[in-house]
C-alpha cells in the first residue's frame, strides 16, 4: 500500500500565495504521473495540474501563469505552487498517484482565500 499526505493548505488573503505539498510513502511504486485536483462546496471535483513521470506539466485553464506543478524525485514529493490566488480558487485539493500497480488519493487539504 502507498499513503498520500498533503500539506500545506490554510487561509490566505486574495493574491496571496501558498505551496501544497503531496509526499508518497509506503510500498515500492514506479511513478507515471501526479495530479492535483479541487473540489469546491457543492461542485464536482476538477483536475488542476498534472505532472508525468517525464515532468511534464498541464494546467487547467483557470490556473495557468498562476499555479506551478513540480516534483522532488528524491522526497516522493510533488508540490503545487500557487501564486496570485482569488476566491474561486477557494476548495478542498486532493492529490492522486498514478502509480504501475493502482491510483490512490490522498486525504485532502484544505485552502481557503479570503476577498
Known amino acids: 500500500q502507498v499513503q498520500l499526505v498533503e500539506s500545506g493548505g490554510g487561509l490566505v488573503q486574495a493574491g496571496g500565495s501558498l505551496r501544497l505539498s503531496c509526499t508518497a510513502s509506503?510500498?515500492?511504486?514506479?511513478?507515471?504521473?501526479m495530479g492535483w485536483y479541487r473540489q469546491a462546496p457543492g461542485m464536482q471535483r476538477e483536475l488542476v495540474a498534472t505532472?508525468?513521470?517525464?515532468?511534464?506539466?498541464t494546467y487547467t485553464d483557470s490556473v495557468k501563469g498562476r499555479f506551478t506543478i513540480s516534483r522532488d524525485n528524491a522526497k516522493n514529493t510533488v508540490y503545487l505552487q500557487m501564486n496570485s490566488l482569488k476566491a474561486e480558487d477557494t476548495a478542498v485539493y486532493y492529490c492522486?498517484?498514478?502509480?504501475?500497480?493502482?491510483?490512490?488519493w490522498g486525504k485532502g487539504t484544505l485552502v481557503t482565500v479570503s476577498s
Open positions: 505532472i508525468t513521470s517525464g515532468a511534464t506539466p
Open positions: 492522486k498517484l498514478v502509480t504501475n500497480l493502482m491510483n490512490y
Open positions: 509506503g510500498s515500492a511504486f514506479i511513478f507515471r504521473a
